[in-house]
């Protein structure tokens, strides 16, 4: 047989194989838009149980880095429970705070590792910045769900590993003003995975 032949055949055995696995955990697609045809870059789209239901709290941690004189990412979303490190790797020394209602707090002026990981326990969008450079923030939206996911530079979120049932699809946006509440429409996830489309500017 043709080498390349077989190593054809092998890879579209490995795709059936994955593909079989994806049908059992089922994904959501969520195309954002912001405007007739903006897509919404660093989006943060999450799924609440539409009956209230407690959701599992995988609380994962994250880290949201200083480099450059900047917040990397700009756009961190974690789960109520989660903690968050603030490493800075710069040579400058950084002083990150919040005054958001979801996460006051101020690190002292510091360079490194930032001490211990912080823990986010209330639902809402954090504003951080830091007091020696102005120009510095960054955002944390903190969800009581673990089904969220942040748009690409498309507009395009994927939220892996899916129960079935019924949803309220909320999409936040840094366009959105602190304290108002974020867009969402109602989905009904059937289990297999799906795509639909979230503007941003509806009524
Ligand atoms: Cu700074």
């Not at 079989?20 to 897509?39: H, I, K, Y």
């Not at 949201?64 to 789960?79: C, D, M, N, S, Y």
């Not at 490194?112 to 639902?123: I, N, Q, T, V």
């Not at 395009?156 to 019924?166: C, E, F, R, S, T």
Request: proline content about 7%; charged content about 15%; some cysteine.
């Amino acid at each position: 047989m043709n080498p390349a032949f077989f190593a054809a055949t092998r890879l579209v055995l490995v795709s059936v194989v994955f593909g079989t696995t994806a049908a059992a955990a089922a994904a959501l697609t969520v195309q954002v838009t912001a405007g007739e045809s903006a897509t919404a870059a660093d989006a943060v789209v999450y799924l609440e149980s539409a009956a209230g239901q407690a959701l599992p709290k995988l609380g994962r941690p994250a880290q949201i880095e200083q480099k450059g004189r900047a917040f990397l990412p700009v756009v961190t979303v974690v789960q109520t429970g989660a903690s968050i490190s603030f490493p800075n790797n710069d040579t400058v020394r950084h002083q990150v705070y919040s005054f958001s209602p979801a996460k006051v707090f101020e690190l002292k002026l510091y360079s490194g590792a930032g001490g211990e990981p912080l823990l986010f326990d209330k639902p809402g969008t954090v504003i951080i910045g830091c007091n020696i450079h102005d120009k510095m923030s960054a955002y944390i939206q903190v969800v009581d769900t673990p089904y969220f996911a942040k748009t690409d530079t498309t507009g395009k979120a994927v939220i892996d590993n899916l129960p079935a049932g019924k949803y309220n699809l909320k999409v936040w946006y840094r366009t959105i003003p602190p304290g108002t509440p974020v867009p969402e429409q109602a989905v009904t996830f059937a289990g297999t995975d799906a795509a639909i489309a979230f503007s941003l500017n509806k009524k």
